[in-house]
């Protein structure tokens, strides 16, 4: 039962109090139509024209509230054409409602955006009127976009890591027994996810260089400051470095244990590290010493071809060896330009 | 065969290990490597002043397209593949004139295939 049911019979016109209803009505609901962050039109179904407009439709399109007023939809930039609009006049009168999920939009001012629009057929006192909420999910399009892109970018960092650890499972397998190559494969896929996990922590913004020599060095850690010494003010490393400068210690520490500094009881290693701004030269040496006693390798195995050729390559460097009797020591240069993070490689490469 | 000149390949690839694996792949298949780069200057260099039967391209170098180290090769005829962790709807646009596209990480056996198949055809053009 409306109040207007009850209107005096002799005059037809609401008592005071149901004025006063009317207008409390009248109010709430006109501003829920005028507050509305969401577009709403009302429009003729008979004529296709709109007959009402709240104020963020003007927000949206950029026409103002007499200028929809009077047009149909294809003139406002919401549908292509006249027959897109007659379609969707036919799909209203027969089902009453529809949802167009995404909708290119062209506004007044010439911005595009991304607009989802549900409509329906409703009586008000013996007419029809379709009302017509225009929500604008630009952003959350853009999100979605965004959303592939990285997703997209994840699978080829992905199948690029499968692709190294294919790498270094075939060239590790040359000239070694089944069991230390299955035990060097296991070493080494904890060495390039430990710095792996450096890389997603900083989504990808560089790895500290610090923080990678400790994660490298993680299995001597009850050693660190004592027998195991960092030398260094901390300097930003690219992703590429981190990488392979990464893999490189992972195979210095693995050797130090093995048959260096850290397979005695007293032996010590000094990793240190400067970045040098006159020269644009980043150094890092890996010097051991009160080990046992040094033997040159008789044979170039996969650990050499890290810290030579593969170190060298991945950041544009040079390295240098030594086998004194005192202990082994490795030497790493390279252009800091191929080392350092810089502001422009500083975010996720994703091309849009 | 002994005496049969060895098909030469250039290795264009910023991850040195996956060059290295590739260089003893194709070295042990029998073909010789006359260069590798990881680096988009020095690749087109290496097409500029090497003298080779076949590249192996990877699609992204450092951050930077290869697209035009595809340009290059097709400017000089010579036949290449593309190899990337990109897939080939992500990446094919960029090499319309590559032969081949093989996503990372991909079975090497399948590689020598692909070249030697490339070579020949390529002798019989």
Known sequence: MSSLDRTSPTTLMPTASEYERLRISEIRYRRLFEAAQDGVLLIDPDTRKITDANPFMTKLLGYSHDQ??????????????????????????????????????????????????????????????????????????????????????INHRARNLLAVVQAIAQVSSKHVDQASFVAGLIERIGGLAASQDLLVANEWRGVSVRALVKSQMAHYSDLFDTRVIFVGTDVRLNASAAQGIGMALHELGTNAG??????????????????????????????????????????????????????????????????????????????????????????????? | MTDRPLARVLIIDDEPLIALSL??????????????????????????????????????????????????????????????????????????????????????????EALSVILVNRLHR
């Not at chain 1, 260096?260 to 644009?280: E, K, P, Q």
């Not at chain 2, 290869?66 to 990337?84: K, M, N």
Request: proline share 4%; glycine share 8%.
């Open chain 1, 68 to 153: 929809l007023v009077g047009k149909e939809l294809f003139e406002i930039g919401l549908l292509k054409d006249e027959q897109t609009s007659r379609d969707m006049f036919e799909e209203l009168k027969k089902n009453g409602e529809l949802r167009y999920e995404d909708l290119p939009l062209e506004s007044e001012v010439g911005g595009h955006q991304e607009v989802e629009v549900v409509a329906n057929v409703y009586d008000e006192d013996g007419r029809s009127v379709i009302q017509c909420n225009i929500r604008d999910i630009t952003v959350r399009k853009q999100a979605e976009a965004h959303t592939k892109l990285l997703i997209a970018e």
């Open chain 2, 23 to 112: 260089k003893d792949t194709l070295v042990e298949a029998g073909f010789q490597i006359v260069g590798v780069a990881g680096k988009l200057v020095k690749a087109l260099a290496l097409i500029d002043l090497a003298v080779f039967d076949v590249a192996i391209v990877d699609a992204n170098l450092f951050g930077e397209s290869s697209r035009p180290v595809g340009l290059a090769l097709a400017a000089r005829q010579i036949p290449y593949l593309v190899l990337s962790g990109y897939s080939e709807q992500q990446q094919g646009a960029n090499f319309p004139t590559a032969a081949r596209y093989f996503q990372k990480p991909c079975d090497p056996k399948r590689l020598v």
């Open chain 1, 258 to 352: 093995k048959y260096g500094a850290l397979s005695n009881s007293d032996g010590r290693v000094t990793i240190s590290w400067t970045s040098d701004a006159l020269n644009s030269l980043f150094s890092m040496s890996w010097l051991e010493q009160f080990g046992p006693p040094v033997n040159p390798p008789t044979h170039v195995g996969f650990g050499r071809t890290v810290i030579e050729n593969m170190v060298e390559a991945s950041v544009d460097g040079t390295t240098k060896i030594g086998y004194l009797p005192s202990g082994f020591s490795w030497d790493l240069q390279a252009p800091s330009a191929e080392v350092l993070e810089t502001s422009a490689r500083a975010h996720l490469r994703v091309r849009k």
